[in-house]
């Protein structure tokens, strides 16, 4: 007889949702350190110094799901392990934003990645994010600030000065606090 066949049943259903939990929570990890490391592989090698730390914990024989970014240069996380800071700010980044797959993130709400040398335009699936907290000054964005950013409802800061932003300042941008 099995241990679940032999428990009460609120037990056994406890049990049965902390195991769902945990492979969820599981999952979520392993999207968010591919996320993060296929996002890597596209900025110039002369990034690496800054991203030493994010590598696959290979250790031991662990697979790539016990590997955790939570441990990695300027990345933070919740109890659960899931990615909720970006703080890469003066870190002499380059390359953009364009291949960062902003969905594989769904308790990112700070991102700082001020004081570097990303280019390109802004991606408008950054508005997937719960963003609170978005600093992308003193960079080299360029093109027109999406609209999608208003999307980001629970955004507080917003700060995009010293870029090469053109055009109008979306008016879905809502009541929050924005240096340009």
Not at 44 to 62: K, M, V
Not at 124 to 152: R, Y
């Amino acid at each position: 007889m099995g241990l679940l066949q032999q428990l009460p049943c609120p037990i056994s259903l406890v049990l049965f949702a902390v195991l769902l939990y945990s492979a969820d929570t599981a999952f979520a990890s392993v999207e968010e350190v591919n996320a993060l490391l296929k996002w890597k592989e596209t900025l110039p090698s002369a990034n690496s110094s800054a991203l030493t730390t994010w590598i696959l914990n290979q250790n031991n024989g662990s697979s790539p799901s016990a590997s955790t970014p939570c441990n990695w240069f300027g990345v933070s996380c919740n109890a659960e392990g899931s990615v909720t800071q970006l703080n890469l700010s003066n870190s002499g980044l380059s390359g953009t934003l364009e291949t960062f797959s902003f969905s594989s993130f769904p308790n990112l709400a700070f991102v700082d990645l001020n004081t570097n040398k990303l280019s390109g335009p802004l991606p408008p699936q950054i508005s997937s994010l719960p963003l609170v907290f978005l600093d992308l000054s003193t960079n080299e964005f360029s093109g027109n600030i999406p609209p999608e950013i208003g999307h980001l409802t629970n955004l507080e800061t917003l700060h995009l000065v010293e870029n090469q932003f053109n055009g109008p300042i979306p008016q879905e941008i809502g009541p929050v606090e924005v240096s340009f």
